[in-house]
């Protein structure tokens, strides 16, 4: 039984994160490495691995979770190998070399605990998504795991005057240092910004990226935000 399922099975650890097919992540646990990951996110682990719901460096800043753009997350310490998914959704890793990125919380899937990290509004979006939107900003010198339904895309937006527009339900994270605004298409209200219900788009520009996934559908957020 053991020769069909061989090409599924573990490579050799040649990262702290990495992917194991699209879909899992991989990650390399070593005592004093601790790693925040959601909450129910584990789907295995070899070696000695121990969990921390709650943990205080997150119920420091519980209140910007009450703002349900936020995800619950459990501190994870130990010595072994640790797989997380969030069911099926493809995962992407990232490896910050002292630099920063803006995640949306429902896309957040773990990240190295000592890593710098906080919850803020994005500014300039309020009177266009009615509350405004909330992102989780990751600084510093580790790794970090996202989520995307579906393959995402990653837009250069090249450091000039044009502007990238983005579907908010399709955002998955920014460069933190390009600037964000809102932007209604009354014409196009029917036909853009399905999955918010809302016909804006968020506009961006100057140096960094955007990323980017093929699914605008809400839902997708409220059943994660569960």
Known sequence: MNQPLAGFAPAPVTARMENHGNHMLKVAMQSGSDLFARVGSMVAYEGFVQYEPNPPAVRQIARDWMTGEGAPLMKCSGDGLLYLADYGAD????????????????????????????????????????????????????????????????????????????????????????????????????????????????????????VVQPSEDSTDRLRVRG
């Open 91 to 210: 995962v992407v890793v990232i490896n910050l070399a002292g630099d920063a990125i803006s995640v949306n919380a429902t896309n957040l899937l773990a990240f190295d605990a000592h890593l710098t990290w906080g919850v803020e509004r994005v500014k300039g979006l309020a009177k266009f998504a009615g509350q405004g939107l909330w992102n989780t900003r990751i600084s510093g010198q580790g790794w970090v795991a996202l989520t995307s339904r579906g393959k995402p895309i990653v837009v250069d937006c090249g450091g000039g005057e044009d502007e990238t527009y983005v579907d908010p339900d399709a955002l998955v994270a920014w460069s933190p240092n390009l600037k964000v605004k809102g932007k209604r298409s009354f014409k196009a209200q029917s036909l853009i910004g399905r999955g918010s219900g809302e016909a804006y788009q968020m506009a961006f520009s100057g140096t960094g990226i955007v």
